[in-house]
């Protein structure tokens, strides 16, 4: 029996070994993700309720431009960390804190007092002073941060960000015990 190696063979080898070690570079970020919601464990912050300011700021009836540090940085992040929202406050202790994205595209909305709407610049979504959907593509209304008060200022809980499984799901829940 001869126990040389043929050059044919020797390459086979050489190739499968090679498609082999590259299928496990690609298969490492795959498995990573598909393991990521057992495996991460939250940084600090995501449960944190960050002051957007004193009530005084915001009269009854009106909606005002309001930002916060965002409580889950990077030491890299910088400016992007500021984040920007609308506070609403319809009356007493009612507020509605919305995200400033669009639910379509995520494009920043404007509120116009004039005509009592936040308007999309990107796709022409309009939504009511209450964050529903008016008009144009977005299927639904804006994103709304669950808030509470303490001490005379008003407070969300900013370290994830509203979306329909997320915060907003228990927005309306946590602002009852506030």
């Not at 063979?9 to 498995?31: H, M, Q, R, T």
């Not at 991460?40 to 916060?68: D, I, N």
């Not at 409580?71 to 609308?86: K, L, Y």
């Not at 977005?138 to 509203?162: M, T, V, W």
């Amino acid at each position: 029996m001869n126990s040389s190696l043929s050059r044919r063979s020797f390459l086979v080898k050489i190739g499968v070994a090679f498609n082999a070690l590259v299928g496990a570079v690609l298969a490492v970020p795959i498995v990573r993700y598909a393991l990521s919601p057992v495996s991460r464990e939250r940084r600090p912050g995501y449960e944190s309720w960050v002051s957007l300011g004193s009530l005084e700021q915001f009269p009854a009836g009106e909606t005002r431009f309001a930002t916060y540090r965002n409580p889950v940085v990077n030491p890299w992040d910088g400016e992007t960390a500021t984040i920007a929202c609308w506070v609403r406050h319809v009356a007493g202790d009612t507020f509605q804190v919305f995200a400033i994205n669009c639910a379509h595209l995520g494009c920043p909305v404007r509120w116009f007092p004039q005509s009592g709407l936040f308007m999309c610049p990107c796709h022409g979504g309009a939504y009511y002073e209450d964050g529903s959907r008016a008009s144009g593509p977005p299927e639904r209304g804006l994103f709304e941060y669950a808030y509470r008060i303490d001490s005379g200022h008003l407070l969300i809980k900013a370290g994830e960000l509203p979306t329909p499984g997320g915060v907003a799901a228990i927005g309306r829940d946590e602002r009852s015990w506030a």
